[in-house]
């Protein structure tokens, strides 16, 4: 189980859109549509963002959106807010009933 | 009100045994897959381990794969955790996660939708 590798960090200023990516193998990611992305703001509980690729839970803004190419997911968040600023991290299946995240990324709004 | 909430951490010595427990409310338990990811300190999340809605499925991360096992009882809204052996690379806030798809049998997990605020287990002696 090889972790999901996304960039460290990423950084935008308000109203930019950035894009986070989330690169994983063939077995993870590549074969599945069920990466799901998490932000977590210091010292809270981790939330979903984004599930099954692509959809929005109920309550998360439609600046969020969330796309696959081969390997690599991406999330976007456009038109930046300075409460978007949080750790975003990945996460998917991994085949035989396993799941994998990617190390996260810390997003600075500048 | 939907909500997880974590017990059973603590500070234990290298090689002991902890038990975790979470308390399900506010959603039908019996009807997902149930989820533990850790995150030590400083550090990014880990998935753990999950079992399915029916327990027919279970997966764990290779680093704590043959020392924890993980249960459910749906007749008490419940997921425990069983980690034997620890170690000092164990020390985490462990939390609980339900998935957002029910009756997801092969336990693919679309995503995590409710999270707990985590239990934290310290191994050190």
């Known amino acids: 189980q090889s972790a999901l590798t996304q960039p460290a960090s990423v950084s935008g200023s308000p109203g930019q859109s950035i894009t986070i990516s989330c690169t994983g193998t063939?077995?993870?990611?590549?074969?599945?549509?069920?990466v799901s992305w998490y932000q977590q703001h210091p010292g809270k509980a981790p939330k979903l963002m984004i599930y099954?690729?692509?959809k929005r839970p109920s309550g998360v803004s439609n600046r969020f959106s969330g796309s696959k190419s081969g390997n690599t997911a991406s999330l976007t968040i456009s038109g930046l807010q300075a409460e978007d600023e949080a750790d975003y991290y990945c996460?998917?299946?991994?085949?035989?009933?396993?799941?994998?995240f990617g190390g996260g990324t810390k997003l600075t709004v500048l | 009100e939907v909500q997880l909430v974590e017990s059973g951490g603590g500070l234990v010595q290298p090689g002991r045994s902890l038990r975790l427990s979470c308390a399900a409310s506010?959603?039908?338990?019996?009807?997902?897959?149930m989820h533990w990811v850790r995150q030590a300190p400083g550090k990014g999340l880990e998935w753990v381990s999950g079992?399915?809605?029916?327990?027919?499925?279970?997966g764990f991360a290779d680093s704590v794969k043959g020392r924890f096992t993980i249960s459910r009882d749906n007749a008490k809204n419940s997921l425990f955790l069983q980690m034997n052996s620890l170690r000092a690379e164990d020390t985490a806030l462990y939390y609980c996660?339900?998935?957002?798809?029910?009756?997801?049998?092969?336990?693919?997990?679309?995503?995590?939708?409710?999270w707990g605020q985590g239990t934290t287990v310290t191994v050190s002696s």
């Open positions: 079992i399915s809605w029916n327990s027919g499925n279970i």
């Open positions: 996660a339900k998935d957002i798809s029910p009756l997801d049998t092969a336990m693919v997990s679309y995503g995590m939708d409710v």
């Open positions: 063939s077995s993870a990611v590549g074969s599945y549509n069920v």
């Open positions: 996460c998917s299946y991994a085949g035989s009933s396993t799941l994998v």
């Open positions: 099954e690729g692509s």
């Open positions: 506010g959603f039908t338990f019996d009807d997902y897959a």
